[in-house]
């Protein structure tokens, strides 16, 4: 069985940073292409981040809104993604979402809530 | 980047009626638009890739087709556990976007 498991949310100030992890079972992480996914108060959802496997280098791709900010990176040995939030902001409040797939979302976590308010 | 636009945002019907939703996107896409439910307090759930093709344990009511700009998903009779919000995403081009979504409540 397929599972995708983030911890990691928390409230935070402004300015400060945070660092999501989502860990991994059930299917060949090493070859997986991973993604973050968030969604707004609002129900918005947004496409955050994307990192492919060794195969393409690691190689990683981001959303304008938090590229510079935010890092996407992995641990194959341990099957994980993360995210590592900087300079956070408000707007940057929302559930995060671990998912796998390469031009789909095959399969997602249950999110993470990350809240930015002073 | 390709903005995907659903209509209608609220769709109120009853069960056993079929229904069909529209994902509209900003330029020509092919086939690279996904469709998701998401039933509330859960995550999203992948229901059709690449516009029509269908995936393993999803009923057979939920259909999709289009190419290009215009993509619709349908809902042959509506049933009670359908009532969620239901959002479409293109792997044309990154970054990928998803559409503001259209809920299907119950009239």
């Known amino acids: 069985e397929v599972q995708l498991v983030e911890t990691g949310g928390s409230l935070v100030q402004p300015g400060k940073s945070l660092k999501l992890t989502c860990a991994t079972s059930?299917?060949?992480?090493?070859?997986?292409?991973m993604h973050w996914v968030r969604q707004s108060p609002e129900k918005q959802l947004e496409w955050v981040a994307q990192?492919?496997?060794?195969?393409?280098?690691?190689?990683?791709y981001y959303a304008e809104s938090v590229k510079g900010r935010f890092t996407i990176s992995r641990d194959d040995s341990k099957s994980s993604v993360y995210l590592q939030m900087n300079s956070l902001k408000e707007e940057d409040t929302a559930i995060y979402y671990c998912?796998?797939?390469?031009?789909?979302?095959?399969?997602w976590g249950q999110g993470v809530m990350v809240t930015v308010s002073s | 980047d390709i903005v995907l636009t659903q209509s209608p945002a609220t769709l109120s019907v009853t069960p056993g009626e079929s229904v069909s939703l529209s994902c509209r996107a900003s330029?020509?896409?092919?086939?690279?638009i996904h469709w998701y439910q998401q039933k509330s307090n859960e995550s999203p759930r992948l229901l059709i890739k690449?516009?029509?093709q269908s995936i393993s344990g999803i009923p057979s009511r939920f259909s999709g087709s289009g190419s290009g700009t215009d993509f619709t998903l349908s809902i042959n009779r509506v049933e009670s556990e359908d009532f969620s919000v239901y959002y479409c995403?293109?792997?044309?081009?990154?970054?990928?976007?998803f559409g503001g979504g259209t809920k299907l409540e119950l009239k």
């Open positions: 998912t796998w797939g390469n031009w789909y979302f095959d399969y």
């Open positions: 059930g299917f060949t992480f090493s070859n997986a292409w």
């Open positions: 990192i492919k496997a060794k195969s393409n280098n690691y190689a990683t």
């Open positions: 330029q020509g896409i092919s086939t690279s």
């Open positions: 690449y516009a029509s």
């Open positions: 995403q293109q792997s044309y081009s990154l970054p990928r976007t």
